[in-house]
């Protein structure tokens, strides 16, 4: 059983700031979480779910194109815990995120946290 809660939504002015948290339990967590691939993705209405950004279990980071330089993705394999830390915000941020955890070749998803950016 896996299980990631997210955290961390809301309702921010353009140019503010969020930080989204997931945590996982059940399988993917204590000395397993360091080996997971982590990821957080969105889907806006009307629109396909989208990679935001991801952390290999080395480390490693990638991030789509429209929030570079913006949006920081980082994890804490102690408290079996993924961030998102979303700057300077804009109205296209809005969607629900998803976190997503890739063990070998399975992937666990989120209930998803609602991000509201107002202009």
């Known amino acids: 059983q896996v299980q990631l809660v997210e955290s961390g939504g809301g309702l921010v002015q353009a140019g503010g700031s969020l930080r989204l948290s997931c945590i996982a339990s059940g399988s993917i967590s204590g000395s397993i979480f360091s080996r997971v691939d982590m990821g957080w993705y969105r889907q806006a209405p009307g629109n396909e779910r989208e990679l935001v950004a991801e952390?290999?279990?080395?480390?490693?980071?990638n991030y789509a194109d429209a929030v570079k330089g913006r949006f920081t993705i980082s994890r804490d394999n102690a408290k079996n815990t993924v961030y998102l830390q979303m700057n300077n915000l804009e109205p296209e941020d809005t969607a629900v995120y998803y976190c997503?955890?890739?063990?070998?070749?399975?992937?666990?998803w989120g209930q998803g946290t609602q991000v509201t950016v107002s202009s």
């Open positions: 997503r955890a890739r063990r070998i070749t399975v992937n666990y």
């Open positions: 952390i290999t279990s080395g480390g490693s980071t």
